[in-house]
């Protein structure tokens, strides 16, 4: 080896919902950019995303729906904290409903219509605004490791315990670009590389 190692810093993107009318639904960064906050909001996807966002427009008087897939919020959560953050934006009047999966947004005469149904039921709700509270994924997309023999799954960059590639030893992966489960700080952990080593970085983004 000649010393130099490529490190994968490419940060994370909004999950995609794969649903038709998915042009039509506001991400997560794009509601922190927002002008204005609008009256009827559905987010989709019960995370926790979803949850410190419904909690800020409530308290700006916004009438908030949620709409989960599965049938527990906040999966992956402490199941006892989960339910305490669950019941205030609930005592706060937002409606949740679990079971409910979101087929289609459209746009009909300046507002959206969000189309979900449940196993025997099927509802429509009428907003303003929908954001997609599905969470983030890794941004590796249009990476192409596997043309470098690297590994990933849906959580990234598969890594050891020195965040080193684990099919390509001349490859580490930072922050949410890897599958090691650790915090957002892809930028940070990346010009640390940099500095270290004189390594190559791609990096995007570390929101």
Not at 22 to 41: G, M
Request: proline fraction near 3%.
């Amino acid at each position: 080896m000649d010393g130099r190692y490529v490190v994968v810093a490419t940060g994370a993107m909004p999950r995609r919902l794969g649903i038709q009318g998915e042009q039509h639904i506001t991400k997560s960064d794009q509601f922190l950019e927002l002008e204005a906050l609008l009256r009827r909001i559905v987010f989709i996807e019960g995370c926790y995303i979803s949850f410190e966002f419904a909690h800020i427009a409530l308290r700006a008087q916004a009438e908030i729906t949620i709409l989960h897939r599965g049938q527990r919020l906040l999966e992956g959560f402490d199941p006892d904290l989960a339910n305490q953050l669950v019941n205030r934006p609930k005592r706060l009047g937002a409606r949740i409903e679990v079971g409910m999966e979101v087929m289609v947004v459209e746009k009909s005469d300046g507002k959206l219509l969000v189309h979900a149904s449940t196993a025997d039921t099927r509802s429509m709700f009428e907003a303003d605004l929908v954001v997609q509270g599905a969470g983030r994924v890794p941004e590796l997309d249009d990476s192409n490791l596997a043309a470098a023999g690297v590994q990933a799954e849906e959580r990234g960059v598969e890594v050891n315990e020195y965040l080193q590639s684990i099919s390509n030893p001349a490859v580490y992966a930072a922050g949410d670009a890897a599958s090691s489960g650790l915090p957002p700080v892809a930028g940070y952990e990346g010009k640390l590389w940099h500095r270290t080593s004189g390594t190559v970085i791609t990096e995007k983004s570390s929101i």
